[in-house]
T-cell receptor, first 114, second 116 residues
């Protein structure tokens, strides 16, 4: 157990629907990162939050949004789902400040869009 | 923008033998960190080893070691005494240093097969 908790583990839904993926970071970690892993795109950085504020954005579609709550858990919202959104979505958390801060990953949420 | 390239989509090794996975990166930064992550069939991303760019000494973690060539921007992973449990996808990753809260940029991955 990495200490980063992601729910749900698996999710099957239809095109056009909306889903929410949830992530609880390791205790003490203020930064949360979301990644998408698909066969054709590899591991793509989506977005990062630090202590409730958005810090960096990657290749995140406008149909996707995220937030980090005061208790530091984060949610990734995916709307108007398309077949191509089927992927494994990872959350990772990290301590802050300088140094080789290691990102610790959750087990991922596998999304299948039919 | 930084890029990470893993030129070997697949590698195989016999159990107990040694294998080296290649990684090159492109950056104009002087302060950064490099990582190797392992993704077994369970899909969990597991840190294997990390290297600070300012350190000349290559990192080692038990059977895993790296060959960090900063000038060549090369960061290879050597797995000694390979075990069946080492079979996985291996990702090389880059992270900016300093006080950046930077993301990891991953390579495309190398699938490692270990033959008994």
């Amino acid at each position: 157990d990495s200490g980063v908790t992601q729910t749900p583990k698996h999710l099957i839904t239809a095109t056009g629907q909306r889903v929410t993926l949830r992530c609880s970071p390791r205790s003490g970690d203020l930064s949360v990162y979301w990644y998408q892993q698909s066969l054709d795109q590899g591991l793509q950085f989506l977005i990062q939050y630090y202590n409730g504020e958005e810090r960096a954005k990657g290749n995140i579609l406008e149909r996707f949004s995220a937030q980090q709550f005061p208790d530091l858990h984060s949610e990734l919202n995916l709307s108007s789902l398309e077949l191509g959104d089927s992927a494994l979505y990872f959350c990772a958390s990290a301590v802050t400040g300088p140094g080789a801060n290691v990102l610790t990953f959750g087990a991922g949420s596998r999304l299948t869009v039919l | 923008a930084q890029t990470v390239t893993q030129s070997q989509p697949e590698m195989s090794v016999q159990e107990a033998e040694t294998v080296t996975l290649s990684c090159t990166y492109d950056t104009s930064e002087s302060d950064y960190y490099l990582f190797w992550y392992k993704q077994p069939p369970s899909r969990q991303m597991i840190l294997v080893i990390r290297q600070e760019a300012y350190k000349q000494q290559n990192a080692t973690e038990n059977r895993f070691s790296v060959n960090f060539q900063k000038a060549a921007k090369s960061f290879s992973l050597k797995i000694s005494d390979s075990q069946l449990g080492d079979a996985a996808m291996y990702f090389c990753a880059y992270r900016s240093g300093g006080t950046s809260y930077g993301k990891l940029t991953f390579g495309q991955g190398t699938i490692l097969t270990v033959h008994p």
